[in-house]
């Protein structure tokens, strides 16, 4: 199946470079110039990536990336003319999954956005192969733990979790692999990506997070419990 991707950009001259070299991969692509245009888009294709300009008419990328995530999974690439940390930081937290700053290359574009559409196809694969796509409300449910995959949400005793990007990702791996010893090495390989630069004690920083947020006592741990010499199995 063709993948699907829509570039969110109001400069026509970049919109069509991008759109040009995209086609050329073999994506199916579709350009909107506004934020809420690329709401309505994203809505109606379900695209597997959006590559998102954060400087846009009628909503910012941020709000349109900030909307987005509480409707939808998919990936989200991050565009600004300003290498600004702020920026990237704020994208980061609104739900963006990478960001890249113009002027760019081509070349680092392409292997950007094929390693975001390489991981969803990851994820889409242990899903099958767990057959959590095919549950009807597509909720996976822990006790008082729910995690709605639709809306890319995390509820904890019926209260919606503030979740970065990379803690719900994290969380729907240990789901998907419930009662397995992960490696902190597969772990940092099918979540980050085998392209990722770092070392597994990014795992360990994650993981601390996410058990502040959905452990009833994250010093003693029962959901994401340690593996001694071998990494985290999660409990559920």
């Known amino acids: 199946m063709t993948e699907s991707i829509l570039i969110v950009e109001d400069e026509i001259s970049l919109q069509e470079t991008l759109a040009y070299n995209l086609k ?13 245009s690329a709401l ?7 695209p597997d990536l959006i590559v998102l300009d954060i400087m846009l008419p009628e909503m910012d990328g941020f709000e349109v990336a900030r909307i987005l995530r509480r409707e939808m999974s998919t990936a989200i690439l991050m565009l600004t003319a300003r290498d600004d940390e702020i920026d990237r930081v704020v994208g980061l937290e609104v739900g963006a999954d990478d960001y890249l700053t113009k002027p760019f290359s081509m070349r680092e574009l392409m292997a950007r956005v094929k390693s975001q ?6 994820l ?8 959590f796509a095919e549950m009807k409300h597509e909720t ?22 503030q979740l970065k ?7 729907l ?19 980050w990506g085998w392209d990722y630069i770092g070392d597994s004690r990014t795992v360990d ?19 994401i419990v340690t593996v001694r010499g071998g990494g985290y199995r999660f409990e559920g």
Not at 25 to 33: D, S
Not at 117 to 122: A, E, F, Q, Y
Request: aromatic share 6%.
């Open 24 to 36: 050329k991969e073999g994506y199916a692509v579709e350009t909107v110039g506004d934020g809420r």
């Open 165 to 171: 990007p990379k803690e719900y990702e994290l969380l």
């Open 140 to 161: 996976l449910k822990f006790d008082n733990l729910v995690v709605n995959l639709t809306r890319r949400e995390v509820i904890l005793n019926e209260s919606p979790l």
């Open 205 to 223: 920083v994650h993981v601390r997070w996410l058990r502040q947020k959905i452990e009833t006592d994250a010093a003693n741990p029962i959901r």
């Open 40 to 46: 309505e888009a994203a809505r109606r294709l379900k």
């Open 117 to 122: 559409l390489r991981r969803t196809r990851i």
């Open 124 to 131: 889409r694969e242990e899903m099958g192969k767990s057959g």
């Open 173 to 191: 791996f240990f789901a998907e692999h419930r009662r397995q010893m992960l490696s902190r090495e597969f772990i940092l390989e099918r979540v």
